[in-house]
């Protein structure tokens, strides 16, 4: 049976490495650090890898980010892997928890974060599975 968390979060980027530009495409390095509230309390950190291309609105991105606190209630931890693209503004982007990266009550967890940005506000959506 899937369960829903939502909540909301704060986020931090800072670089990690001078960018560097290869054929007009400028590739970059960053920390990234969350505040997680609502359904899901804590903190998480990770790393990302950036693309931004000289067509305004076209990058990429790929991160891996581990999420540690209490689901629900459930203490532990799990790591998200995310894959994002926009082509001139148009944003796909996919976040699903790495299987078997849970630990403490979260062990076996599965599922995929959703994020909305509304008003510069951060909003997720996890939609999850544990085993009984």
């Known amino acids: 049976m899937s369960a829903i968390a939502k909540g909301s979060f704060t986020v931090e980027l800072k670089p990690q490495s001078k960018a560097v530009a290869l054929d007009g495409v400028s590739l970059g390095r960053m920390s990234l650090t969350k505040e997680l509230a609502g359904d899901i309390v804590g903190k998480s950190s990770g790393q990302m890898l950036t693309a931004?291309?000289?067509t305004k609105g076209s990058a990429g991105y790929v991160a891996i980010e581990r999420v540690s606190g209490t689901l629900h209630g459930k203490?532990?931890?799990f790591v998200l892997q995310h894959s994002g693209t926009m082509h001139e503004g148009q944003q796909t982007l996919s976040i699903s928890i790495v299987p078997?990266?849970?630990t403490d009550?979260?062990?076996?967890i599965e599922g995929v974060f959703n994020i909305q940005v509304v008003e510069g506000n951060h909003n997720y959506e996890l939609e999850y599975t544990l085993p009984k």
């Open 75 to 77: 203490r532990g931890s």
């Open 52 to 54: 931004l291309t000289p």
């Open 105 to 108: 009550a979260l062990i076996g």
């Open 100 to 102: 078997e990266s849970g």
